[in-house]
């Protein structure tokens, strides 16, 4: 792949300090303790942070990747980014949502660059199409090289009505000069009624991959506008004499702080400086909830050996037969469908239909001993 000559200034971010809540009950199941999801093996034998890793290091350089992490999870990481620079490594003292995350390390990246263009990555999501994935993220890199003030949103082709995802409704397409289409954000719309995500699909709307490219002077600009006063508890880290000192000070910092969420706070009211760019249908999927993880180890035919039929009841799921309704006890059988138990919100439209049934007749005990709980690297 020909590189960019202003790769030099491409910085990428790996947003991983979230606490997994959602999946925690099964992550405890099969791993016996409260790792969050980004630091488990789900798909495959790789952690979901060690997948996001290899899948943006085709187009961002490993010494231009900073990490947003957290440090009561030092545990599950530190043996897998031990070969990590500490000035690479943005560790926050307490997990006060996203928007505080991406402006502490947009600040940490513009003090080591200030001619950065920054991508933001969630270290928990998948894609079937990498390679169309990584095509869409170094477009957006040049697109934003030439349209300084532009931050663009990668949005996934979606292939059923996602009540859980946010989605974006653009405008009309313009085309840039590298023959790629753009549109501009017209509304967000954040996990709608099942009816609205049909309508939103059939309108050819998209789903909010939460990646996001731009120059880091436009983030500043953009978070500037949306939230001064956060802006200004941060800004002093531009301005340290010395940077070993920005952990001390964002720890007085982060005390008096909100949870404040990205999307919402900013982004939502920063449509004027977006765009969003079509991936197509990449493969996508954030794998934050029990029933899109399931899913997506069916759909690639991964075989773990803790899915079981005891860690999808730990998470509000059943197996069930096309031709059956709520029952399952045992082993894993013939399952081509995934519901919730019932009360879920939207229970008889989530059901997920796979094109042919997949046998688990005698691959799964229904239960793991701990002592069969698979390894990790930074297990102890």
């Known amino acids: 792949m020909q590189r960019s000559p202003n790769e030099i200034h491409r910085w990428g971010v790996i947003l991983a300090g979230g606490d997994g809540t959602r999946l925690r009950a099964l992550t405890r199941f099969v791993w016996g303790d409260d790792r969050p999801k980004q630091f488990c093996p789900l798909l495959g034998r790789r952690t979901l942070l060690a997948q996001t890793r290899l899948r943006i290091a085709a187009c961002i350089l490993p010494s231009r990747t900073v990490f947003a992490l957290r440090g009561a999870h030092e545990p599950f990481y530190s043996r897998e980014l031990k070969e990590v620079p500490p000035t690479q ?139 001064p006063n956060m802006y200004r508890a941060f800004e002093p880290i531009l301005t340290l004499p010395n940077p070993e000192m920005e952990v001390e000070m964002m720890r007085s910092v982060y005390e008096k702080l909100p949870i404040a969420d990205f999307s919402r706070e900013v982004l939502s009211v920063s449509a004027e400086m977006l765009a969003v760019a079509r991936l197509g249908d990449v493969g996508w999927s954030d794998l934050g909830d029990p029933r899109r993880l399931m899913a997506t180890l069916l759909k690639r035919h991964i075989e773990n050996s803790w899915v079981t039929s005891e860690s999808c009841n730990r998470s509000n799921l059943l197996w069930v037969r096309p031709d059956a309704s709520f029952h399952l006890t045992g082993a894993c059988t013939i399952s081509d469908k995934i519901e919730r138990k019932k009360g879920d919100r939207n229970e008889s439209a989530i059901g997920i239909a796979e094109t042919r049934p997949i046998d688990l007749a005698g691959l799964y005990p229904t239960g793991l001993d701990p002592k069969q709980r698979p390894e990790t690297a930074d297990r102890k």
């Open 89 to 227: 490594m943005v560790v926050q003292p307490s997990n006060r949502g996203t928007l505080p995350a991406i402006l502490w390390t947009l600040l940490h990246v513009i003090q080591r660059d200030p001619h950065a263009t920054v991508a933001f990555f969630p270290s928990d999501h998948s894609y079937s199409n990498e390679e169309k994935f990584v095509e869409g993220v170094e477009s957006a890199f040049d697109f934003t090289e030439i349209n300084s003030h532009s931050v663009i949103l990668l949005g996934a082709t979606p292939t059923q009505p996602e009540v859980e995802y946010g989605w974006i409704e653009p405008g009309a397409a313009v085309a840039s000069r590298f023959g790629h289409h753009l549109m501009p954000v017209k509304r967000f719309w954040e996990k709608p009624s099942y009816q609205d995500a049909e309508g939103l699909s059939a309108q050819g709307c998209l789903w909010n991959t939460f990646v996001m490219v731009g120059r880091a002077s436009a983030f500043v600009e953009m978070i500037q506008r949306a939230v």
